[in-house]
Each structure stands twice: as structure tokens, then as C-alpha cells.
């Protein structure tokens, strides 16, 4: 059955049932930004989690942010824990690629971090993202507060107005709670790829449209 999902989610009983522990090491420091990968995190700093494509390039966007203080690669939304990323590529695990982003939100909005994640991909392709397909390139967002909620659903309306003017087809980007979806971080040589691998695959490419939340700014 390997592969047999990778355009459809697995059922629970059809996922791979994972592990208790994480079967590899995670580095402790993000290489660009020399913070802590999994914490904990200064006080004040708040947490997003976002699935847009493959996760070297959505990681390398995010932690380009002024504001954001580091950036770690998992998987999430799925069933299986602890996973491999042999087991997610499976497609029987139902995570998804994600980026978990910490960051200052004195210096970036959470609607800055949403117009990021909006235009730089493209949220109508279901399970794939431009040439990578599956299940674990699908469109998502995970939410850790009510406000968090709140804004990423304003925003969706928002873009899909404005991707409806343009012939685009309906958003399919899940946006729910990360209670039940917690990220389990990638292996080491996932975590900050392309600044270990400067010429490596992003795979970003959004829709060329403006989102219209968020004033987010990037350094160089």
C-alpha cells in the first residue's frame, strides 16, 4: 500500500501508526538566526505554524521576516506521530509540510506573517503545489489562539476575493487548531535547507496577486 495516498488522506486506521519518541535528533540552533529550534522561547514571543509547499523555501521566507526569532521544518495535521519523512512522502501519515514561526509581535502582526504565507504560494491546488504533488504539499494554517483564528479565516475571504477577480478557483487551505495538530519537527538536514544548500529546490511560486492583510517587510 506504500504510496497508494498521496492525492487522498489516509484514514486513522489506514495511517501509519508512528511512535512514542522521536526517532532522530533536531538540532538546538537555527543556523541563520542562532536561536533555539524548539525552545523554550522569550516571553512575549508568540508562535504560527503555516503549510505552504515544500517546506526548504516556506522556512527560508519566514525567517528572512524582521520580527521573527527562529523558524523550525515539521510535520502536522496528520495522524501519525512522530514521523519519518520517508513515512510522510508515503502519504499514510496525513501531515502536511509545515513551518513553525516565533516571532516578535511588537516588531511583525500575525497578519504580516498571513501575507507571506498567502502570496507565496498558491492556495487553490488542493494536494500539490506547483510541480510537488500529494497530500503533504497541501495548503494549511494552525492556529493557536481565537485571534489567530480569527484573522487567518479574515484573511482567506479577503485573498479569495481577490483571486476570484483574477479566474482563480476556490481556496482550499485548511485553517484549524493546533491543540489537536501539533508539529513534529523534520529531521536535522530539513531544518534551514537552503542556507546549508544555498542552490538547492524551493518550489515557491505564488499567484503573482496581492494579498490585502499585513504589512510585512523583509530584510535583504
Known amino acids: 500500500m506504500l504510496y497508494a495516498f498521496k492525492t487522498r488522506l489516509p484514514t486513522t486506521e489506514e495511517a501509519l501508526p508512528g511512535r512514542a519518541e522521536r526517532p532522530f535528533r533536531v538540532p538546538e540552533t537555527h543556523t541563520v538566526l542562532g536561536t533555539p529550534l524548539l525552545g523554550p522561547y522569550p516571553e512575549g514571543m508568540e508562535?504560527?505554524?503555516?503549510?505552504?509547499?515544500?517546506?526548504?523555501?516556506?522556512?527560508?521566507?519566514?525567517?528572512?521576516?524582521?520580527?521573527?526569532?527562529?523558524?523550525?521544518?515539521?510535520?502536522?495535521?496528520?495522524?501519525?506521530?512522530?514521523?519519518?519523512?520517508?513515512?510522510?512522502?508515503?502519504?499514510?501519515t496525513g501531515h502536511t509540510e509545515g513551518v513553525r514561526v516565533v516571532y516578535d509581535p511588537a516588531e511583525v502582526s500575525y497578519a504580516d506573517l498571513l501575507k507571506i504565507f498567502w502570496e507565496s504560494h498558491d492556495p487553490t491546488q488542493g494536494y500539490r503545489q506547483g510541480n510537488d504533488v500529494g497530500t503533504q504539499y497541501r495548503s494549511a494554517i494552525f492556529t493557536h489562539t481565537p485571534a489567530q483564528q480569527a484573522v487567518a479565516e479574515e484573511s482567506r475571504e479577503a485573498y479569495q476575493r481577490v483571486l476570484s477577480g483574477s479566474g482563480y478557483e476556490r481556496i482550499t487551505t485548511e485553517i484549524s487548531s493546533a491543540g489537536p495538530h501539533p508539529l513534529y519537527p523534520a529531521e536535522d538536514y530539513h531544518q534551514q535547507y537552503l542556507d546549508k544548500n544555498p542552490a538547492g529546490y524551493c518550489g515557491m511560486g505564488g499567484t503573482g496577486l496581492s494579498c490585502p492583510v499585513g504589512v510585512a517587510r523583509a530584510e535583504g
Open 47 to 92: 508562535v504560527a505554524d503555516f503549510a505552504l509547499g515544500c517546506f526548504w523555501g516556506a522556512e527560508r521566507r519566514f525567517w528572512q521576516t524582521a520580527g521573527v526569532w527562529t523558524t523550525l521544518v515539521g510535520y502536522q495535521g496528520g495522524v501519525t506521530a512522530n514521523p519519518t519523512y520517508e513515512e510522510v512522502c508515503s502519504g499514510m
